[in-house]
């Protein structure tokens, strides 16, 4: 993430956009400080997107589900 400070932001705010547009993420700052996020409408999207990711990646590993030949043997007796 690319910090910028709130005079630059504001004479560069056409750039600003267009680089948010490529997936760039700013934080703004006044005196050193974080004061905005910059990001796309679907940054939240894809970050709940990670999160869900990652909760099953480590509850795959925790439990794991069988071998293909067992879930497709499963798969089968549900069909009878």
Do not use: C
Request: aromatic share 10%.
């Amino acid at each position: 993430m690319v910090e910028i400070g709130s005079f630059e932001a504001k004479t560069k705010f056409s750039e600003i956009l267009r680089r948010v547009e490529n997936g760039e993420e700013f934080y703004i700052t006044k005196h050193g400080k974080r004061v905005a996020f910059i990001t796309s409408p679907d940054y939240d999207l894809k970050k709940r997107a990670r999160e869900a990711y990652s909760t099953l990646r480590e509850l795959q590993k925790k439990t794991p589900i069988g071998s293909l030949a067992e879930i497709l043997e499963w798969k089968n007796e549900g069909r009878r």
